[in-house]
């Protein structure tokens, strides 16, 4: 009778195979500073995308935006992708991707950076985008030097709703003020973890070191 | 604790004052006290007795049991391995006495070609020639000085000479013929030769057969007997069998890993790949452990119905549908074969294409088409190769499931045993020990009122001794009353 035992247990896991499928997905967005003297990070900004592009697996999605003086619109995602469910394809998809980054990062360097640098507007879009996805696992990667600097027609300062979202603050660099008094740099960072925190982000983290990516990417959450 | 110290600094004393205060409570208390130790004793002890023997008698029950499964399976392999036997013999003698007529034709031809022969090779002695007779009387002649005489007898010898040459060679060619026809014999003695030494060997077969089946009717005899040195050899046998399908199985297991490991990985193009059944499990993974399994199971059909083994109540279909069966599990499994061969192209071609991206994405060249050549092609090869291989081979380990299963019920049964024995005898040592704790305490009651009962010891003995008194002196006069009466009498 045994072999009945494990004709049982095999149709349970066919079962268990159609029916429960549980949601281990992941959305990044990749939130690149374009402003000011920051543009010449771009290359670091590509090899970081082409890391996470390596990282992702069939389902999950992709986003790159752009941060300019105003960055609150679609029209600043350089480049997006839910990655297909078969390997092969999905292989296919990263390849583009990637392509896309590198043009977006050829022109940006040529183009020159925007004059002002709206990180908040750049926030809400990429939270907007990760919501979107349904992904469980949502990650907000910000490549910028956490300055931000608005127009006096802009407004940013209500309180922005980050649920559910890991931000991870990529190649924080040093201002010259910076270096002048180093309070700055760290009141800047405090201040920008302090936000994220009451907007809901499940973690903050600042992250200077892009040679040990593996161990802000190594889990799914 | 200290609290109950009258002296708390001599606790000693204290303590000995306390115990001198106690010990007239408890020598007053000591018959309830006793029996209380006594009854708490019996209390325990008696669940653990009963539970011992429960454990005794149930490993009793199971040992009849496993007996006598022991001995009906024991039986039954052994009958079906009679039965094989009886088969051989019995396909043996049918094969050989089929062909026997027509191999003692066979040899009688040979024999007669032989003895045809031979009598044809025997030595005919030449006729004595009848001029030997007028030899004989010229031979009387005596030659004296006659030179006729002398002449004839010359030509005579002349002739002779040439007679002699003539019959010496007649003489020899007749030998050549007849050992030339002994050579002609030498094929047919070969032939006799061989075809008695097919049936020597046929017959030897058969006696081993025979050897064979006279033992194992011995151990059935001695299994139907339900004769202890059967049942250990039994015994033995299934936790041979049990190790060694374990270890088959293991193996298998391997097998069965590797397997899975190979087209967990192309199943994710068929299934999604970013779909998870539970947190770890993905979806790829089941689907390909579904595969392992399917193929397992249709190697489990194909062994049964191709009666490698008995796993499933199959006795009651037709031959042609066991056929069926046989045909439906083989093409299946021939199919699952081939779905395998195409995803283990498919897997090379998947790692093939992450390394080539990979390589991009880390801004390396891409990996260039001309340098995949045949010796590159030796992996993609290999894995389709195990893919088309694994099933089959996956398909044989119905055989030492069998076994495991088998042997597993007759061990486990053993160990079973074993352990409620191991129980029984853990509750007996500890009711024993409960009972004997029991005792020592009642002991060291007795300790700690050392004194009064001493004392009471003394009295009882003094007691004893007045009363004792009393009645030799209530004796003495009687039996002085009783020597008066005599003397009156």
Redesign the interface.
Known sequence: MKPWIALAGLSALLLAGCGANVNRTQAVYILVDTSGTYAKELTKAQNVVNYVLGTLQPGDSLAVGRVKSRSFTEKDIVAKVTLNRDPVQANGQKRIFSGEIATFAKSSQSGGGSRYTDITGGMMQGAEFLHETGARTKTLIIFSDMQEELDYKTKRDFPIKLEGIRIIALNVTKLDTDNVDPRRYTGRLEWWEQRAREAGATDWRVVNDLEHLERVFSNRG | MSSLFIWPGNPLLSLLVLLAIAVPFLYVARAPMQDFIHRLTRAITNPLRLGSRWFAQTAYRLQTRNREVLFAQGGRELKLTIDRELERVSALVERDLQGYPAMQRKLMDEITHIEEDYKRSAEVPPPPPEWVKAIEELAKIKAGRDGVVERILGDIRKSLDGIYQKVVAEYRRAYEERHSILKRFLPFWRAAGQTLSQVERNITGLQDSAAKIDTNVGRLEAIFAKRSDAEHALITSASTQMFISALVMLIAFGGAYVNFKLIS?PM??M?????????SLR?SE??A??IV??E??MG?FLMESLRFTN??PLSGITERMRKNLMWVSLIILLVLAGVEVALAVMRD??IA??VA??A????GAPVAAAEVGWVTKIPTAGQMILGFTLPFALAFVAIP?EYC?NSGRIVLGALLVLTLRGLGFALRVTANLTREAGKLLGVLYDVLIFAPLAIERWIVRARANGAKDEAVEEKVPLRKLGARTEEAI
Do not use: N, R
């Not at chain 2, 299934?271 to 947190?279: I, L, N, S």
């Open positions: 990985l994710s193009a299934v999604g790949g970013g779909d998870y059944v539970t947190e979806a089941v689907a452990l579904v399994l399917f397992t199971l489990l796993l499933f071609q998947i294409a992450d991206l990979k991009t994405l880390g801004g499931l299963i």
